[in-house]
Each structure stands twice: as structure tokens, then as C-alpha cells.
């Protein structure tokens, strides 16, 4: 297996298409390396990259999830490149999300977040991917952030209960002004505060 990948790598400047549908697993590998070399590539790579994600689920999930783990290096054109295909693809969009998760914080620092959280607004499930990682790490983000947080969890009910239970986990740990807008904001949104007890009263037990 780990042959196949290292020459599918190899030859993908001539023969990308001949690897990828052969062996899903092949195809995930593929999908990665390349989700994180995006900003490495010329444009018509890009594209060649983007059509061929089209016609593949696995390679499409796992190019997004590349480009997620990878997403704070690239130019400012690729990552609206990224979120651009990401509006048009599903799959490839889960797959951004799941691995944007891994590093939201790092994210945050690096003022890369807002315009992924402009993203999330408009789409749910890209947003409930990255909701729980955005509650466990509240407390270490911008005022904007936070608010664009509860912003969008008026709109998204289970975007909301994630985010409460991850925050209700931390609770503790937050400052005395984050406790205070976390409680104020219970008293406002069902969704949130359902997940908020839910994760509070797992560590009282």
C-alpha cells in the first residue's frame, strides 16, 4: 500500500487521473497530500485537482481535509479559492471543516479564523464540523469571534447544543468575563443551554 501512494505521488504531474478510483485508500492519501500542497500548485493544477475531486467522494473529503490542516500557510487567493469550492462541494467542504477543527485556535491567533467563520454562517454543516473546537477554545478568542460564535447559533440549533457542551466542559477555566457572557447567554438560546447542562452535569457526576 504504502508503495502505491508513494508512486502515485511521484506521477501525478503526468498520470493523476490513473491513480485515483483504483483503491479508495490510495484515493484519501492522495487527497491529503494534495489538500496540503494547494498553495504549491499553479493554477491549472488547482483546477485539474478541483475536477477531479468532482467525480471521487473519498479524494474530494480528504483534499478538503488537506487544505483544512494546512489552511493558515496558504496566500490569501487560495484560502478564497478554498472556500469558494467548498460552497460547491459537499463532501469536499466536510472534509475542510473536520481538518480546520484541528487547528482553530492556532487559526484564530493568525487572523485567518474570520472569513472561515463568515463561511460558517452561511453553511450549517460546515459549521456544526467545527463547533465543537470552537466552544473548547472560546475563552482564547476575539471578542468578534465570540460573538460571531453566538451569531451563529441563533440560526443553528445543533450548532448551538455543540458548542454549549463543549463550552459547559471548560466553564472553570474561562475568566470571570467569559462565565459571565456564557451564563447571560443560557438565559437566551434552549439549544446552547441544553448542551451547556449536558456537559456540566457529566463532570458533577
Not at 57 to 78: D, P, Y
Not at 188 to 196: A, E, M, P, T, Y
Request: glycine share 10%; proline share 2%.
Amino acid at each position: 500500500m504504502a508503495y502505491k501512494i508513494s508512486v502515485a505521488k511521484k506521477k501525478i504531474g503526468t498520470s493523476l487521473a490513473a491513480h485515483v478510483g483504483i483503491d479508495p485508500e490510495v484515493d484519501y492519501e492522495i487527497g491529503v497530500f494534495f489538500g496540503s500542497k494547494l498553495d504549491e500548485l499553479t493554477e491549472a493544477g488547482r483546477n485539474k485537482i478541483m475536477t477531479l475531486s468532482s467525480k471521487n467522494q473519498i479524494f474530494a473529503w480528504a483534499l478538503g481535509h488537506g487544505a483544512g490542516l494546512k489552511f493558515k500557510k496558504n496566500s490569501f487567493e487560495v484560502k478564497k479559492m478554498i472556500l469558494n469550492f467548498a460552497d460547491k462541494s459537499p463532501y469536499f467542504s466536510g472534509g475542510l471543516g473536520h481538518g480546520l477543527s484541528r487547528h482553530i485556535r492556532k487559526l484564530a491567533t493568525s487572523n485567518s479564523l474570520e472569513p472561515i467563520m463568515e463561511f460558517a454562517e452561511e453553511h450549517p454543516v460546515f459549521a456544526f464540523d467545527l463547533a465543537y473546537d470552537l466552544g473548547y477554545h472560546f475563552g482564547a478568542f476575539s471578542e468578534k469571534i465570540k460573538q460571531t460564535i453566538c451569531h451563529i447559533a441563533t440560526k443553528n440549533d445543533q450548532f448551538a447544543f455543540r458548542v454549549g457542551d463543549a463550552i459547559g466542559g471548560i466553564y472553570e477555566e474561562l475568566e470571570s468575563r467569559d462565565r459571565e457572557f456564557v451564563m447571560d447567554y443560557t438565559g437566551k438560546n434552549k439549544h446552547f443551554s441544553k448542551g451547556f447542562s449536558k456537559s456540566s452535569h457529566k463532570k458533577e457526576l
